[in-house]
DNA sequence: CTAGAACGTTAGTCCGACTAACGCAACTGG
DNA sequence: CCAGTTGCGTTAGTCGGACTAACGTTCTAG
Protein backbone atom coordinates (compact mmCIF):
# COMPACT_ATOMS: atom_id res chain seq x y z
CA UNK A 1 0.00 0.00 0.00
CA UNK A 2 0.98 3.44 0.52
CA UNK A 3 3.01 5.73 -2.53
CA UNK A 4 6.29 4.61 -1.65
CA UNK A 5 6.87 0.85 -3.20
CA UNK A 6 10.03 -0.89 -4.45
CA UNK A 7 11.80 1.40 -1.26
CA UNK A 8 13.64 -2.11 -0.29
CA UNK A 9 14.80 -3.16 -3.53
CA UNK A 10 15.92 0.70 -4.61
CA UNK A 11 17.44 1.70 -1.34
CA UNK A 12 20.86 3.01 -1.98
CA UNK A 13 21.54 2.43 1.12
CA UNK A 14 20.39 -1.32 1.23
CA UNK A 15 22.16 -1.94 -2.19
CA UNK A 16 25.87 -1.12 -1.13
CA UNK A 17 24.93 -2.73 2.06
CA UNK A 18 24.10 -6.22 0.01
CA UNK A 19 26.46 -5.89 -2.64
CA UNK A 20 29.33 -5.77 0.12
CA UNK A 21 27.92 -8.50 1.97
CA UNK A 22 27.80 -10.66 -0.95
CA UNK A 23 31.87 -9.59 -2.17
CA UNK A 24 32.99 -9.80 1.52
CA UNK A 25 31.94 -13.21 1.75
CA UNK A 26 33.50 -14.34 -1.39
CA UNK A 27 36.39 -12.44 -0.69
CA UNK A 28 36.29 -14.61 2.96
CA UNK A 29 35.91 -17.92 1.62
CA UNK A 30 38.30 -17.16 -0.65
CA UNK A 31 41.63 -15.93 1.14
CA UNK A 32 40.61 -18.82 3.82
CA UNK A 33 41.41 -21.17 1.02
CA UNK A 34 44.88 -19.60 1.38
CA UNK A 35 44.98 -19.48 5.52
CA UNK A 36 44.29 -15.98 5.77
CA UNK A 37 41.65 -13.23 6.30
CA UNK A 38 41.10 -9.18 5.00
CA UNK A 39 43.37 -8.03 7.49
CA UNK A 40 46.57 -10.31 6.56
CA UNK A 41 46.16 -9.23 3.37
CA UNK A 42 45.72 -5.19 4.33
CA UNK A 43 48.78 -5.77 6.61
CA UNK A 44 51.17 -7.80 4.22
CA UNK A 45 50.41 -5.32 1.24
CA UNK A 46 50.82 -2.26 3.49
CA UNK A 47 53.91 -3.43 4.91
CA UNK A 48 55.22 -4.28 1.43
CA UNK A 49 54.00 -1.34 -0.03
CA UNK A 50 55.58 1.46 3.00
CA UNK A 51 58.25 -0.87 4.11
CA UNK A 52 58.37 -1.67 8.12
CA UNK A 53 56.39 0.18 10.74
CA UNK A 54 55.42 -0.01 14.10
CA UNK A 55 52.11 -1.53 15.12
CA UNK A 56 49.90 1.70 15.51
CA UNK A 57 51.23 2.49 11.94
CA UNK A 58 50.00 -0.30 10.67
CA UNK A 59 46.47 0.38 12.32
CA UNK A 60 46.14 3.59 11.17
CA UNK A 61 46.89 2.95 7.11
CA UNK A 62 44.94 -0.56 7.90
CA UNK A 63 42.24 0.63 9.37
CA UNK A 64 42.77 -2.71 11.79
CA UNK A 65 42.19 -1.61 15.49
CA UNK A 66 45.15 -1.86 17.41
CA UNK A 67 43.62 -4.51 19.51
CA UNK A 68 42.58 -6.74 16.70
CA UNK A 69 46.33 -6.48 15.15
CA UNK A 70 47.37 -8.14 18.11
CA UNK A 71 46.21 -10.99 16.73
CA UNK A 72 46.78 -10.60 13.07
CA UNK A 73 50.30 -10.08 13.82
CA UNK A 74 50.82 -12.98 16.22
CA UNK A 75 49.24 -15.51 13.25
CA UNK A 76 51.56 -13.75 10.40
CA UNK A 77 54.52 -13.87 12.83
CA UNK A 78 53.43 -18.01 13.58
CA UNK A 79 53.78 -18.37 10.20
CA UNK A 80 56.80 -16.60 9.23
CA UNK A 81 55.03 -13.64 7.00
CA UNK A 82 56.15 -11.02 9.33
CA UNK A 83 58.77 -10.58 11.78
CA UNK A 84 58.10 -8.26 14.74
CA UNK A 85 61.40 -7.01 16.95
CA UNK A 86 61.03 -4.20 19.38
CA UNK A 87 61.97 -0.81 17.89
CA UNK A 88 65.82 0.31 19.41
CA UNK A 89 64.82 3.56 19.09
CA UNK A 90 61.80 3.32 20.87
CA UNK A 91 61.38 0.44 23.12
CA UNK A 92 57.36 1.04 23.14
CA UNK A 93 57.32 0.52 19.68
CA UNK A 94 57.10 -3.14 17.82
CA UNK A 95 59.04 -2.66 14.26
CA UNK A 96 57.02 -4.88 12.13
CA UNK A 97 58.51 -6.33 8.44
CA UNK A 98 57.55 -8.31 5.94
CA UNK A 99 59.44 -11.46 5.24
CA UNK A 100 59.73 -13.30 2.22
CA UNK A 101 57.77 -15.78 2.80
CA UNK A 102 55.01 -12.88 3.84
CA UNK A 103 55.84 -11.69 -0.42
CA UNK A 104 55.17 -14.84 -1.34
CA UNK A 105 52.22 -14.93 0.73
CA UNK A 106 50.97 -11.38 -0.71
CA UNK A 107 51.38 -12.11 -4.14
CA UNK A 108 49.28 -15.48 -3.94
CA UNK A 109 46.53 -13.74 -2.07
CA UNK A 110 47.03 -10.84 -5.07
CA UNK A 111 45.88 -13.67 -7.31
CA UNK A 112 42.92 -14.53 -5.28
CA UNK A 113 41.50 -11.03 -4.44
CA UNK A 114 41.88 -10.27 -8.78
CA UNK A 115 39.85 -13.41 -9.16
CA UNK A 116 37.27 -12.36 -6.88
CA UNK A 117 37.28 -9.03 -8.23
CA UNK A 118 36.51 -10.41 -11.56
CA UNK A 119 33.95 -12.56 -10.23
CA UNK A 120 32.15 -10.40 -8.10
CA UNK A 121 32.15 -7.64 -10.51
CA UNK A 122 31.20 -9.79 -13.22
CA UNK A 123 27.73 -8.72 -13.83
CA UNK A 124 29.74 -5.26 -14.95
CA UNK A 125 31.70 -4.50 -17.88
CA UNK A 126 34.99 -2.85 -17.65
CA UNK A 127 34.07 0.68 -18.01
CA UNK A 128 31.13 -0.15 -15.59
CA UNK A 129 33.96 -1.52 -13.28
CA UNK A 130 35.75 1.93 -13.66
CA UNK A 131 32.95 3.57 -13.14
CA UNK A 132 32.07 1.60 -9.55
CA UNK A 133 35.90 2.53 -8.73
CA UNK A 134 35.76 5.92 -9.47
CA UNK A 135 32.46 6.66 -7.03
CA UNK A 136 33.34 4.31 -4.23
CA UNK A 137 36.91 6.02 -4.12
CA UNK A 138 35.09 9.48 -3.98
CA UNK A 139 32.75 7.97 -0.92
CA UNK A 140 35.49 6.33 0.78
CA UNK A 141 37.48 9.73 0.44
CA UNK A 142 35.47 12.13 1.80
CA UNK A 143 34.20 9.56 4.75
CA UNK A 144 36.53 11.34 7.47
CA UNK A 145 35.59 14.55 6.80
CA UNK A 146 31.59 15.23 5.80
CA UNK A 147 29.51 18.11 4.34
CA UNK A 148 30.51 20.88 6.97
CA UNK A 149 29.30 18.88 9.57
CA UNK A 150 31.67 18.99 12.60
CA UNK A 151 31.22 17.20 15.84
CA UNK A 152 34.25 16.71 17.27
CA UNK A 153 33.91 12.64 18.17
CA UNK A 154 36.74 11.56 20.01
CA UNK A 155 38.35 9.23 17.31
CA UNK A 156 39.98 6.92 19.06
CA UNK A 157 42.05 6.47 22.60
CA UNK A 158 43.76 8.77 21.00
CA UNK A 159 43.84 12.49 21.58
CA UNK A 160 44.55 14.47 18.30
CA UNK A 161 48.14 16.31 19.12
CA UNK A 162 50.75 18.02 17.31
CA UNK B 1 58.63 -2.74 -3.35
CA UNK B 2 57.33 -4.84 -6.10
CA UNK B 3 54.97 -3.40 -8.79
CA UNK B 4 51.76 -2.96 -7.56
CA UNK B 5 51.66 0.16 -5.24
CA UNK B 6 48.23 1.13 -4.24
CA UNK B 7 46.85 -1.86 -3.73
CA UNK B 8 44.81 -1.34 -0.89
CA UNK B 9 43.51 1.70 -1.70
CA UNK B 10 42.32 0.45 -4.91
CA UNK B 11 41.45 -2.72 -4.75
CA UNK B 12 37.26 -2.59 -5.45
CA UNK B 13 36.11 -5.06 -2.99
CA UNK B 14 37.66 -3.19 -0.30
CA UNK B 15 36.43 0.27 -1.41
CA UNK B 16 32.96 -1.75 -1.66
CA UNK B 17 33.30 -3.10 1.83
CA UNK B 18 34.93 0.57 3.56
CA UNK B 19 31.76 2.48 1.72
CA UNK B 20 29.39 0.14 3.21
CA UNK B 21 30.80 -0.16 6.59
CA UNK B 22 30.30 4.15 6.81
CA UNK B 23 26.91 3.90 5.67
CA UNK B 24 25.52 0.90 7.15
CA UNK B 25 27.37 2.83 10.73
CA UNK B 26 25.29 5.98 10.29
CA UNK B 27 22.08 4.39 9.13
CA UNK B 28 22.22 1.75 12.38
CA UNK B 29 22.93 4.77 14.20
CA UNK B 30 20.09 7.00 13.30
CA UNK B 31 17.57 4.26 13.15
CA UNK B 32 19.08 4.05 17.00
CA UNK B 33 17.20 6.80 17.51
CA UNK B 34 13.85 5.63 16.60
CA UNK B 35 14.39 2.31 18.49
CA UNK B 36 14.67 0.17 15.37
CA UNK B 37 17.65 -1.62 13.40
CA UNK B 38 17.64 -2.11 9.47
CA UNK B 39 15.39 -5.03 9.66
CA UNK B 40 12.82 -3.53 11.88
CA UNK B 41 12.53 -1.41 8.69
CA UNK B 42 13.10 -4.68 6.19
CA UNK B 43 10.14 -5.94 7.85
CA UNK B 44 8.00 -2.93 7.84
CA UNK B 45 8.48 -1.72 4.18
CA UNK B 46 8.21 -5.47 3.21
CA UNK B 47 4.51 -5.59 4.84
CA UNK B 48 3.52 -2.61 3.54
CA UNK B 49 4.32 -3.40 0.03
CA UNK B 50 3.43 -6.76 0.04
CA UNK B 51 0.44 -6.72 2.29
CA UNK B 52 0.64 -9.86 5.47
CA UNK B 53 2.97 -12.67 4.91
CA UNK B 54 4.04 -15.57 6.80
CA UNK B 55 7.50 -15.24 8.71
CA UNK B 56 9.17 -17.80 5.66
CA UNK B 57 8.01 -15.14 3.46
CA UNK B 58 9.16 -12.38 4.86
CA UNK B 59 12.53 -14.47 5.37
CA UNK B 60 12.62 -14.57 1.87
CA UNK B 61 11.88 -10.83 1.12
CA UNK B 62 13.71 -9.01 3.37
CA UNK B 63 17.16 -11.61 3.85
CA UNK B 64 16.46 -12.04 7.25
CA UNK B 65 17.19 -15.20 8.67
CA UNK B 66 14.14 -17.13 10.41
CA UNK B 67 16.10 -17.57 13.12
CA UNK B 68 16.73 -13.66 13.27
CA UNK B 69 13.06 -12.89 12.40
CA UNK B 70 11.52 -13.98 15.39
CA UNK B 71 13.57 -11.30 17.80
CA UNK B 72 12.95 -8.80 14.93
CA UNK B 73 9.22 -9.82 15.12
CA UNK B 74 8.89 -10.22 18.95
CA UNK B 75 10.13 -6.63 19.25
CA UNK B 76 8.00 -5.39 16.52
CA UNK B 77 5.46 -6.61 18.06
CA UNK B 78 5.83 -5.16 21.36
CA UNK B 79 5.71 -2.19 20.15
CA UNK B 80 2.47 -2.79 18.82
CA UNK B 81 3.92 -2.16 15.09
CA UNK B 82 2.85 -5.48 13.52
CA UNK B 83 0.44 -8.37 14.77
CA UNK B 84 0.88 -12.11 14.47
CA UNK B 85 -1.78 -14.35 14.43
CA UNK B 86 -1.92 -18.14 13.72
CA UNK B 87 -3.04 -18.95 10.11
CA UNK B 88 -6.13 -20.47 9.90
CA UNK B 89 -5.22 -21.68 6.62
CA UNK B 90 -1.92 -23.13 7.85
CA UNK B 91 -1.29 -23.69 11.35
CA UNK B 92 2.02 -24.09 11.30
CA UNK B 93 2.17 -20.38 10.23
CA UNK B 94 2.14 -17.19 11.51
CA UNK B 95 0.26 -14.29 9.74
CA UNK B 96 2.01 -10.97 9.97
CA UNK B 97 0.37 -7.92 9.36
CA UNK B 98 1.28 -4.25 9.74
CA UNK B 99 -0.59 -1.99 12.28
CA UNK B 100 -1.62 1.54 12.06
CA UNK B 101 1.29 2.42 14.36
CA UNK B 102 3.63 0.42 12.41
CA UNK B 103 2.89 2.59 9.34
CA UNK B 104 3.37 5.55 10.94
CA UNK B 105 6.95 4.29 12.54
CA UNK B 106 7.63 2.74 8.83
CA UNK B 107 6.64 6.91 7.72
CA UNK B 108 9.43 7.97 10.45
CA UNK B 109 12.12 5.41 9.25
CA UNK B 110 11.77 6.50 5.82
CA UNK B 111 12.60 9.88 6.50
CA UNK B 112 15.37 8.76 8.73
CA UNK B 113 16.80 7.16 5.60
CA UNK B 114 16.09 9.41 3.38
CA UNK B 115 18.15 11.57 5.07
CA UNK B 116 20.82 9.18 6.12
CA UNK B 117 21.13 8.86 2.49
CA UNK B 118 21.83 12.29 1.57
CA UNK B 119 24.54 12.59 3.98
CA UNK B 120 26.66 9.55 3.10
CA UNK B 121 26.00 10.26 -0.78
CA UNK B 122 26.38 13.87 -0.72
CA UNK B 123 30.35 13.76 -2.26
CA UNK B 124 28.23 12.19 -5.33
CA UNK B 125 26.47 14.85 -7.42
CA UNK B 126 22.64 13.24 -8.19
CA UNK B 127 24.14 11.87 -11.41
CA UNK B 128 26.74 9.80 -9.85
CA UNK B 129 24.03 8.78 -7.23
CA UNK B 130 22.17 7.58 -10.42
CA UNK B 131 25.12 5.68 -11.45
CA UNK B 132 25.75 4.13 -8.61
CA UNK B 133 22.44 3.18 -7.86
CA UNK B 134 22.22 1.49 -11.34
CA UNK B 135 25.69 -0.37 -10.82
CA UNK B 136 24.46 -2.23 -7.21
CA UNK B 137 21.19 -2.70 -9.17
CA UNK B 138 23.54 -5.00 -11.28
CA UNK B 139 25.29 -6.67 -8.88
CA UNK B 140 22.47 -7.22 -6.72
CA UNK B 141 20.43 -7.83 -8.60
CA UNK B 142 22.80 -11.19 -10.70
CA UNK B 143 24.06 -11.87 -7.07
CA UNK B 144 22.27 -15.36 -6.89
CA UNK B 145 23.10 -16.63 -10.32
CA UNK B 146 26.52 -15.75 -11.19
CA UNK B 147 27.63 -16.39 -14.98
CA UNK B 148 25.84 -19.08 -16.03
CA UNK B 149 26.57 -21.64 -13.51
CA UNK B 150 23.48 -23.39 -11.76
CA UNK B 151 23.69 -26.04 -9.16
CA UNK B 152 20.77 -26.52 -6.78
CA UNK B 153 22.86 -26.01 -3.47
CA UNK B 154 21.06 -27.68 -0.53
CA UNK B 155 19.96 -24.42 0.98
CA UNK B 156 17.90 -25.97 3.41
CA UNK B 157 18.35 -25.47 7.12
CA UNK B 158 17.20 -29.73 7.95
CA UNK B 159 19.96 -31.83 9.03
CA UNK B 160 18.93 -34.98 8.60
CA UNK B 161 16.43 -36.02 11.31
CA UNK B 162 16.88 -39.34 13.28
C1' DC C 1 61.00 14.68 38.56
C1' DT C 2 56.52 14.34 37.48
C1' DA C 3 52.32 14.47 34.41
C1' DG C 4 50.62 12.97 30.49
C1' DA C 5 50.62 10.94 26.04
C1' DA C 6 51.89 7.06 22.92
C1' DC C 7 52.49 2.12 22.51
C1' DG C 8 51.32 -2.73 22.62
C1' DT C 9 48.41 -5.84 24.84
C1' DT C 10 44.46 -8.23 27.30
C1' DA C 11 39.90 -8.62 28.04
C1' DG C 12 35.46 -8.06 27.01
C1' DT C 13 31.00 -6.10 24.81
C1' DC C 14 27.77 -5.88 21.04
C1' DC C 15 25.88 -7.13 16.91
C1' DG C 16 25.17 -9.39 12.53
C1' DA C 17 25.60 -13.57 9.58
C1' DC C 18 24.96 -18.11 9.71
C1' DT C 19 24.07 -23.36 11.36
C1' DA C 20 21.85 -27.03 13.98
C1' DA C 21 18.28 -29.08 16.01
C1' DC C 22 13.64 -29.63 17.69
C1' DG C 23 8.45 -29.80 17.98
C1' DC C 24 4.69 -29.30 15.44
C1' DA C 25 1.57 -29.12 11.41
C1' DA C 26 0.65 -30.54 6.86
C1' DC C 27 1.12 -32.80 2.60
C1' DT C 28 2.36 -37.14 0.22
C1' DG C 29 1.66 -41.85 -1.10
C1' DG C 30 1.18 -46.45 -0.17
C1' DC D 1 -5.21 -44.52 7.78
C1' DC D 2 -0.75 -43.90 9.16
C1' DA D 3 4.42 -43.56 8.13
C1' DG D 4 7.81 -40.38 5.91
C1' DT D 5 8.97 -36.20 4.54
C1' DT D 6 8.89 -31.43 3.99
C1' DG D 7 7.63 -26.63 5.64
C1' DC D 8 7.18 -23.67 9.62
C1' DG D 9 8.45 -21.15 13.79
C1' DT D 10 11.48 -21.19 17.56
C1' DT D 11 15.68 -21.80 20.62
C1' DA D 12 20.37 -22.09 21.09
C1' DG D 13 24.72 -21.38 19.81
C1' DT D 14 29.03 -20.46 16.78
C1' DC D 15 32.01 -17.31 14.45
C1' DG D 16 33.99 -13.26 13.16
C1' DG D 17 34.18 -8.22 12.92
C1' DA D 18 33.73 -3.56 15.02
C1' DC D 19 34.56 -1.22 18.90
C1' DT D 20 35.75 0.19 24.14
C1' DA D 21 38.23 0.07 28.57
C1' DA D 22 41.99 -0.47 31.09
C1' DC D 23 46.80 -1.57 32.23
C1' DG D 24 51.94 -1.56 32.41
C1' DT D 25 55.62 0.35 30.07
C1' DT D 26 58.21 3.87 27.80
C1' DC D 27 58.86 8.24 26.03
C1' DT D 28 58.40 13.41 26.20
C1' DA D 29 57.55 18.06 28.14
C1' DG D 30 57.34 21.18 31.59
Redesign the interface.
Known amino acids: ??D?????R???????????????R??NEQLARADAR?WHY?VL??L??F?PASQAQLSD???VYRSDLVAVLNELADRGQVDRAPDPADKRRNLVRITTAG?RQLRRL?KI?AA??D??????DPA??A???D?????????GE??GERHGEPRNDRGGSS
Open positions: MSGAERLTLRTRLLSLAAMHSDRVKAATDEGRTRRDLVDEVFAPLQRQLTLLTILVDRQPH
